[in-house]
Nanobody
Framework: QVQLVESGGDSVQAGGSLRLSCTAS????????MGWFRQAPGKEREGVGV?????PPIYADSVKGRFTVSKDNNTLYLQMDSLNPEDTAMYYC?????????????????WGQGTQVTVSS
């Protein structure tokens, strides 16, 4: 059984940094895609960054150069730098057991409960 638990959300000033963590259980390394998604009030859930089974992380254009996704054993991280108010959202960790990974939320069937990030100007 796959379980994902996020932590690290907080309120920060614009220009600040945060690191989110996602502790995963039931995920076999090399067979699961894992990534971060976010959803702001009144908006659809969007991809932030994912780590495929092979190859480099895949990022949304809106966060390239500012956010970094990494994985260490069963913990997924999202390092967020140069935050701006448009980054305010609930951030979710997601996983999917599949060979092809992309930054589309519909491809993921395991989700954490989310952690709130609020960036003030």
């Amino acid at each position: 059984q796959v379980q994902l638990v996020e932590s690290g959300g907080d309120s920060v000033q614009a220009g600040g940094s945060l690191r989110l963590s996602c502790t995963a259980s039931g995920v076999t390394s090399g067979t699961f895609c894992m990534g971060w998604f976010r959803q702001a009030p009144g908006k659809e859930r969007e991809g932030v960054g994912v780590i495929p089974n092979y190859g480099p992380p895949i990022y949304a254009d809106s966060v390239k150069g500012r956010f970094t996704v990494s994985k260490d054993n069963n913990t997924l991280y999202l390092q967020m730098d140069s935050l701006n108010p448009e980054d305010t959202a609930m951030y979710y960790c997601a996983a999917a057991q599949r060979s092809y990974c992309w930054i589309t939320s519909g491809m993921y069937n395991y989700w954490g409960q989310g952690t709130q990030v609020t960036v003030s100007s």
